[in-house]
Nanobody, 124 residues
Framework: QVQLVESGGGLVQAGGSLRLSCAAS????????LCWFRQAPGKEREFVAA????????KYADSVKGRFTISRDTTKNTVYLQMNSLKPEDTAVYYC?????????????????WGKGTLVTVSS
């Protein structure tokens, strides 16, 4: 059974940094796409970042480009999201997600597996 477990969320002041981790178990995801989505209160779940299972290419939402970095450690079956220069509008529950294909998805409908999420709160 596939499980994705996020960690690293918390409370941080605006301008600060956090690193989220997502450990996958039940399957090796080295050749598959891994993604991060987020959902703020009262809003729909939105794409944040993704990394392919082909050549490690990445894709980011415009709102986080230049501030967030996604990476993966295939030896640990783990994906990371380094978040710098955080803003209050980054406050949300962040979800790790995985696909059954190497190709990136930027909509929730393209996701096969979800973690339970980790809360990130950025104070002003």
């Amino acid at each position: 059974q596939v499980q994705l477990v996020e960690s690293g969320g918390g409370l941080v002041q605006a301008g600060g940094s956090l690193r989220l981790s997502c450990a996958a178990s039940g399957r090796t995801f080295s050749s598959y796409a891994l993604c991060w989505f987020r959902q703020a209160p009262g809003k729909e779940r939105e794409f944040v970042a993704a990394i392919t299972g082909i050549n490690g290419a990445t894709k980011y939402a415009d709102s986080v480009k230049g501030r967030f970095t996604i990476s993966r450690d295939t030896t640990k079956n783990t994906v990371y999201l380094q978040m710098n220069s955080l803003k209050p509008e980054d406050t949300a529950v962040y979800y790790c997600a995985a696909r059954n294909t190497p190709f990136i998805a930027t909509t929730p409908t393209g996701i096969n597996y979800w973690g339970k999420g980790t809360l990130v709160t950025v104070s002003s």
